[in-house]
């Protein structure tokens, strides 16, 4: 299974502006990450709206928030500790 972490700013502001342009659907793409010439681009969301006469429209997408960007373009991952556990609360 394939996930992604994004902000939730970033998707409550997606979904604002889907909802205020009359989008029904939404289609969820996720690119994973990518290195090329030692340049990673992260892993990141895509989002294409549809409404209900068939129009579709590119939301663009929201960069992973497991990444962050360095000095000189380089970017890493930030992991989690071995010993970290997930808990539901």
Do not use: W
Request: charged residues 25%; without cysteine; proline residues 4%.
């Amino acid at each position: 299974m394939k996930t992604i972490r994004i902000p939730v700013s970033d998707l409550l502001s997606k979904a604002i502006q889907m909802t205020n342009d009359s989008m029904v659907e939404v289609e969820l793409t996720l690119i994973d990450e990518v290195t090329d010439q030692g340049i990673t681009t992260p892993q990141f969301l895509n989002f294409v709206g549809f409404k209900d006469d068939g129009a579709v429209f590119d939301y663009e997408s929201i960069d992973s928030a497991a990444f962050s960007t360095l000095n000189h373009g380089k970017i890493v991952v930030f992991k989690r500790p071995p010993d970290y556990e997930e808990k539901v609360i």
